[in-house]
């Protein structure tokens, strides 16, 4: 049979077009995506990650409902300018724990991969609240909010650990009984400073690129 | 129903489909407008979570992909499908459903990003219970397309309707591989990938999202308005069957250049970008065949501003298609990734492609929907000059922009120490956000100077009811 009357065939068949779309379109995705799954490098932690704290993790959950990362990225290049400016490059395995991943597209603002102790809590405390009173010519917003809502009301964190346990996170059960606790007293913008301090402390100490 | 009503088309449908797809597109230009206002003057959130730049900007890409976007192509799809199948739409009640059960996603769904519901991955952002709602609709949708088609009076299925097929089909394959996800609470879940894994997953899903929703679904759109409007058949069938087969092939690979120089497996991005070049082809062979076939009807290009949008449109495609290519070279990958490159190239995409091709069809279809004339086609001149200046100022501002602050990120004096810092850079980057706003101003002022003109046009009028014509048996189905 010759292309063009194969085509013909599927040119007048409801079912061979849909069945045709389906199969061509799939190949792709399944050449690049099932090795992935699996991969070692993408699966084996480095050095020093581990899974999210109770306080961290409610921490990266703000970062995700203000949308943070769509200004930050969390992927440094491995180039010169990339490595001089936030530190060494990013490896897959620091990210085994991140659900989602939050690499992002854009930097309106610097990349944050490792952005962790390279700044104090107090500087981060005043800058959230009102980012032009430490940088002056930033155009961060100001999340004033942040300051005033307690932790807990960004979601029950026990609930979340059990969750991510059940996709394999090693929590343990005390940690997941005491997560709800941890959160106690703290503020919104606590735990997100505790995030963004631990932010990029996966890998060993001796790795200086 | 009476034997006389199973022998017309739905469009009433289609022009409630139609307005809604015209107000999304002013709320969430506005959005648009807006956010690139925030940038300008960092302070006009007014210390509101809602009004804050993370919240809004992804309630902008979703108003404009899933409220103007897929509005205007379920609009044109059951428009174009009835008639290039000489049949009334397959369950009626369904399309209804879908159309209103979409409009409800798309509001709730926004209101939801407002208040921090998010998954953060990008064109994906809605939560888990819109997931599968939009999968439910998605299928919804599929069922009336398809059953219309299996329906129809004429043998061949025309080329418009393979487009819109497969955006049915790859969107829903796309959207449900990458939503899966353990949900927490009502507003939360966790991704079943995690890290690099789900950064690939997601990137085949983002950009085949833009690829078959936001190329393949307005070709569709080209493929019947283009030859209708024109007068003419398409200049080359043939090639737009193998333009077709190469597209949706090809498309599906490419989505990892959006990674470039991150943990994942260098060969996943050569391939990625290897099929990014390739990809040219079929993108160019149907902007060279749509172009072609209005080439022969060029004297009414000088008055109609319906087809002036549509060729138009075909210009922008072609400049975003050769850009997008260019963009997955990791030798200018490295210059444009993570800048304001990247949201110039989507708006030539966005605006220049998307929304110039629907309103050139909107005011081809509408006017012929209700039975009458276009309200102001001095108007539609006027907003044709504004999305023109609108679009090509927009995407200037953001290549000055894209191309200053990845050259600067990356230069490096001659002992390596880095020339300038961050802070010094982006704010430097004011004049450019400035044009920007005003590019944004100036589209949106001519959308709504479509939406009066529409408007007008409607201005009471229903749809007017419109025969099945009869089947030329040449063409007719044997039964």
Redesign the interface.
């Known amino acids: 049979m010759s292309a063009l009357s194969l085509?013909k065939k599927i040119?007048?068949n409801?079912g061979l077009?849909?069945f045709g779309?389906?199969l061509?379109?799939?190949?792709?995705?399944l050449?690049?995506?099932l090795?992935?799954?699996g991969?070692d490098?993408?699966?084996e932690a480095t050095a020093n990650t581990r899974v999210y704290s109770a306080v961290e993790l409610t921490g990266r959950?703000i970062y995700?409902?203000?949308?943070?990362?769509?200004?930050h990225?969390q992927?440094i290049?491995?180039?010169?300018?990339?490595v001089?400016?936030y530190g060494p490059y990013?490896?897959?395995g620091?990210?085994?724990?991140?659900?989602?991943?939050?690499?992002?597209?854009?930097?309106?603002?610097?990349?944050l991969h490792r952005v962790g102790g390279k700044f104090s809590d107090d500087w981060h405390r005043i800058h959230l609240v009102d980012?032009?009173a430490v940088?002056e010519?930033?155009?961060?917003?100001?999340?004033?909010?942040l300051a005033k809502r307690d932790a807990i009301q960004a979601?029950?964190a026990s609930?979340?650990l059990r969750?991510?346990s059940?996709?394999g996170h090693p929590y343990t059960e005390e940690e997941i009984a005491s997560a709800d606790a941890d959160l106690e007293g703290l503020k919104e913008i606590d735990a997100l400073i505790a995030y963004l301090q631990m932010l990029g402390t996966g890998l060993s100490e001796d790795v200086s690129i | 129903m009476s034997n006389e009503n199973s022998n017309l088309y739905h469009d009433q449908i289609v022009l409630h489909l139609v307005q809604f797809a015209v107000v999304w597109a002013i709320l969430a230009m506005t959005a648009g407008v807006y956010i690139s206002a925030e940038l300008v003057w960092p302070t006009i959130d007014f210390g509101q979570f809602w009004l804050s730049f993370g919240r809004l900007r992804p309630l902008h890409t979703n108003g404009i992909i899933f409220g103007f976007g897929v509005s205007a192509l379920m609009a044109t799809g059951f428009y174009s499908v009835q008639r290039t199948s000489h049949v009334p739409l397959f369950m009626p009640r369904l399309a209804w459903f879908c159309c209103y059960a979409w409009q409800l996603i798309v509001l709730l769904g926004g209101l939801s990003l407002l208040a921090g519901w998010t998954t953060s991955k990008e064109y994906a952002e809605l939560e888990w219970p819109f997931d599968i709602a939009i999968a439910i609709v998605w299928v919804c949708f599929g069922v009336v397309f398809f059953g219309t088609i299996a329906n129809r009076k004429i043998r061949p299925i025309y080329i418009s309707n393979w487009f819109y097929g497969a955006l049915i089909i790859v969107i829903a394959m796309l959207h449900i591989v990458n939503s899966l996800a353990i949900p927490v609470t009502i507003g939360k879940s966790y991704s079943l990938y995690a890290g690099a894994q789900d950064a690939v997953v997601q990137w085949w899903y983002g950009h085949n999202a833009v690829g078959f929703l936001l190329t393949g679904g307005f070709l569709g759109m080209m493929y019947y308005f283009l030859p209708k409007h024109a007068g003419r058949p398409i200049w080359s069938y043939r090639l737009s069957v193998v333009a077709f087969w190469a597209f949706t092939y090809s498309y599906i690979w490419a989505g990892p250049h959006h990674l470039h120089y991150s943990a994942i497996p260098e060969w996943v991005l050569s391939l990625a970008m290897v099929m990014s070049v390739i990809l040219l082809a079929p993108s160019w062979a149907t902007m060279i065949n749509g172009i072609m076939t209005v080439s022969s009807a060029s004297e009414k290009l000088k008055t109609d501003p319906a087809l002036k949008f549509i060729v138009l449109s075909l210009a922008f495609y072609g400049l975003a298609t050769f850009e997008g290519p260019m963009m997955a070279f990791p030798s200018v990958n490295v210059v444009s990734h993570f800048t304001d490159w990247t949201i110039g190239h989507v708006h030539s995409g966005a605006l220049g492609w998307n929304a110039m091709i629907t309103y050139g069809t909107f005011y081809y279809m509408v006017p012929r929907l209700v039975g009458g004339e276009l309200y102001s086609v001095r108007l539609a001149n006027i907003h044709f000059w504004m999305a023109l200046a609108g679009t090509m100022l927009y995407i200037m501002a953001m290549w000055g922009a894209g191309v200053s602050q990845g050259l600067l990120w990356l230069s490096v004096d001659e002992i390596g120490e880095l020339s300038f810092s961050f802070k010094d850079i982006m704010s430097s980057m004011a004049p450019f956000y400035g044009l920007r706003l005003i590019a944004g101003l100036i589209f949106l002022g001519g959308t709504m100077l479509m939406a009066y003109n529409l408007y007008k046009t409607i201005a009471g009028k229903s749809a007017i009811k419109v025969q099945v014509p009869a089947v030329d048996p040449a063409f007719g189905v044997s039964s």
């Open positions: 085509h040119e007048e409801t077009l849909i779309i389906l061509v379109s799939s190949i792709g995705g050449v690049q995506i090795p992935m799954l991969h490098a993408m699966e959950d995700i409902r203000e949308g943070c990362s769509v200004c990225s992927q290049r491995p180039l010169i300018a990339e001089e400016r990013s490896r897959a620091e990210f085994v724990y991140d659900r989602p991943f939050l690499w992002g597209s854009k930097r309106t603002g610097p990349d980012p032009r940088v010519t930033s155009i961060m917003p100001g999340y004033p909010w979601g029950k609930k979340k969750a991510l059940r996709l």
